[in-house]
């Protein structure tokens, strides 16, 4: 069984750009996690998606937002990109509601901006 | 916020010595996890424990849960090269609309 496949894996934008990452999870698989890493503040809880309606919403700005798509594929995106946004950005799937049981990670889409 | 606090940040040790890590946190939950990572990698889960269990064991790993005094303790036996990672609890807080919570981490070094 594939497990969950994130992409990219690394890019680079600069600031007042937006970017758009993606998580394929793994199949049979219905809730997407997002998680946004950086060496100050650790895992951060960014939202939860589940059967395509958002669950949960960690406390970020309005800049963040994403999506789940009927696949339960699912889509984050970070407009107007600040030097802080530089982070290792984590996606997790799982069966049930993301709190039920283990999370399956993928590898991450590490973003920096310039 | 952080709900989970793990202790040590960081922990050094030699091959074939155990590794302890603790976990504190600060509201009630149904249950708390353990994970690890790799550099830069992903989390792998570990093990799960709830609420009303005490102790659970998976190989040469062993997790503690205390809820009176809300800590956690993992517990890496005949600790091998390999385990170098940083090691993670995680909270589901008994609260409706909360996710898993994640601490910052213990980052553990065995060297050979």
Known sequence: KAGVTQTPRYLIKTRGQQVTLSCSPISGHRSVSWYQQTPG??????????????RN???????????????????MNVSTLELGDSALYLCASSTGLATSGELFFGEGSRLTVL | ?????????????????????????KTSINNLQWYRQNSGRGLVHLILIRSNEREKHSGRLRVTLDTSKKSSSLLITAS??????????????NQAGTALIFGKGTTLSVSS
């Open chain 1, 41 to 54: 503040q650790g895992l951060q809880f960014l939202f939860e998606y589940f059967s395509e309606t958002q």
């Open chain 2, 1 to 25: 916020s952080q709900q989970g606090e793990e202790d040590p940040q960081a922990l050094s040790i030699q091959e074939g010595e155990n590794a302890t890590m603790n976990c504190s946190y």
């Open chain 2, 80 to 93: 091998r090269a390999a385990d170098t990672a940083s090691y993670f609890c995680a909270t589901d807080p």
């Open chain 1, 57 to 75: 919403k960690g406390n970020f700005p309005g800049r963040f937002s994403g999506r789940q798509f009927s696949n339960s594929r699912s889509e």
